[in-house]
């Protein structure tokens, strides 16, 4: 069975802060991942995916995220987060016709 | 587009209780996805569907049922509502492979039951 961990469960930064949360994935064999934002109120939005190629892969809003193969893990960064970023992300896993969701990480941006 | 589209955004429910949540895409995606999502917890699949006909159980079925008769619509229905149910749903639907995965949510829908 595959599973998706994402060990920050709140995190708090300032304005121009550099932002980097983890995610680390259980799965055997080859994965699609993906990262979610869910901004106060609304529903879910695609931030960035990783499927194939170059390890590092740039989203929306100026996101990044590192597939590292050998430690199971696509780590989210933001060189430096705005109060708009405020929000909850969530690390996936798409494998079998299924997406599987770590539990998120509520990212507050204090001004 | 209107994306996918759920009704009703809102609902109180008495345990015991039946209701259907409504889930219709416009997008002419072949999957489709019923998730849960409780504080502190992410999300749950409950059930999905990779074409009109096909339905396949998730991480959380119990207490629920769901069936797919056409491409556009993918009901939840829940048939004996408990307090565990309380949450926020959320239909989601997606292209097959080989951008699976990239999945577009509907507003959700928040259900109370007392």
């Known amino acids: 069975a595959q599973s998706v961990s994402q060990h920050n469960h709140h995190v708090i930064l300032s304005e121009a802060a550099s932002l980097e949360l983890g995610c680390n994935y259980s799965y055997g064999g080859t994965v699609n991942l993906f990262w979610y934002v869910q901004y106060p109120g609304q529903h879910l939005q695609l931030l960035l995916k990783?499927?194939?190629?170059?390890?590092l892969v740039k989203g929306i809003k100026g996101f990044e995220a590192e597939f590292i193969k050998s430690k199971f893990s696509f780590n989210l960064r933001k060189p430096s987060v705005q109060w708009s970023d405020t929000a909850e992300y969530f690390c996936a896993l798409y494998a079998g016709n299924m997406l599987t969701f770590g539990g998120g990480t509520r990212l507050m941006v204090k001004p | 587009n209107a994306g996918v589209t759920q009704t009703p955004k809102f609902r109180i429910l008495k345990i015991g209780q039946s209701m259907t949540l409504q889930c219709t895409q416009d997008?002419?995606?072949?999957?489709m996805y019923w998730y849960r999502q409780d504080p502190g917890m992410g999300l749950k699949l409950i059930y999905y569907s990779v074409g009109a006909g096909i339905t396949d159980k998730g991480e959380v079925p119990n207490g629920y049922n769901v069936s797919r008769s056409t491409t556009e619509d993918f009901p939840l229905r829940l048939e004996l509502a408990a307090p565990s149910q309380t949450s926020v749903y959320f239909c989601a639907s997606s292209y097959s492979s080989p951008t699976a995965g990239e999945l577009f949510f509907g507003e959700g829908s928040r259900l109370t039951v007392l």
């Open positions: 990783y499927f194939s190629g170059d390890p």
């Open positions: 997008m002419n995606h072949n999957y």
